[in-house]
T-cell receptor, first 113, second 110 residues
Framework: EPEVTQTPSHQVTQMGQEVILRCVPI?????FYWYRQILGQKVEFLVS????????KSEIFDDQFSVERPDGSNFTLKIRSTKLEDSAMYFC???????????FGPGTRLTVL | RKEVEQDPGPFNVPEGATVAFNCTYS??????FFWYRQDCRKEPKLLMS???SGNEDGRFTAQLNRASQYISLLIRDSKLSDSATYLC???????????FGKGTMLLVSP
């Protein structure tokens, strides 16, 4: 069964450093998403991406965040200058055209020290 | 404002019990609804989609009341493996951006 994959599974970084989180969505999907979940809190939407551009973003997704689809398979989330409060699980999700079901990757746990 | 509210939990039930979770949502225009299951420190996994008045899949039944903007999930004959957090999830935009409830934790004991 096709699945969304994410790398790395765990990233530890120093405050102020840049990080890039990588995702490989399901191959025939066209809509891509990033969500985050701070420990003990609910899953929160960050950004959606369709047709090579951002289609929607939340107030969390400020100028420190960017997304890219550098090739036909990868979808990345970059945080330019990490803050302590960026520590969270980051989930990538994708969906196809026929249904609106989103499939989630296993997540990247980001720890900012 | 995009709001999805769930029973706070946790629910502690013995094996074999029937348990029901409730969820209310604020956007009357939402057309589809989802229950996801999340195990500790894992990704959300789709349990059930709800598009009309309800859906049933084995021991799991979801019901939708559009007038009251209310969704429920019923689990019959609980198993130990049902222990998880159950997330009520509602798309709030044309791009199906998902808004999650805080989740209700279920603990099934022997």
């Amino acid at each position: 069964e096709p699945e969304v994959t994410q790398t790395p599974s765990h990233q530890v970084t120093q405050m102020g450093q840049e990080v890039i989180l990588r995702c490989v969505p399901i191959s025939n999907h066209l809509y891509f998403y990033w969500y985050r979940q701070i420990l003990g809190q609910k899953v929160e939407f960050l950004v959606s991406f369709y047709n090579n551009e951002i289609s929607e973003k939340s107030e969390i997704f400020d100028d420190q965040f960017s997304v890219e689809r550098p090739d036909g398979s990868n979808f990345t989330l970059k945080i330019r200058s990490t803050k302590l409060e960026d520590s969270a699980m980051y989930f990538c999700a994708s969906r196809g055209v026929v249904t609106d079901t989103q499939y989630f990757g296993p997540g990247t746990r980001l720890t900012v020290l | 404002r995009k709001e999805v509210e769930q029973d706070p939990g946790p629910f502690n039930v013995p094996e074999g019990a029937t348990v029901a979770f409730n969820c209310t949502y604020s956007n009357s225009a939402s057309q589809s609804f989802f229950w996801y299951r999340q195990d500790c420190r894992k990704e959300p996994k789709l349990l059930m989609s709800v598009y009309s008045s309800g859906n049933e899949d084995g021991r799991f039944t979801a019901q939708l009341n559009r007038a009251s903007q209310y969704i429920s999930l019923l689990i019959r004959d609980s198993k130990l493996s049902d222990s998880a957090t159950y997330l009520c999830v509602v798309p709030f935009s044309g791009y199906s951006t998902l808004t999650f409830g805080k989740g209700t934790m279920l603990l099934v004991s022997p």
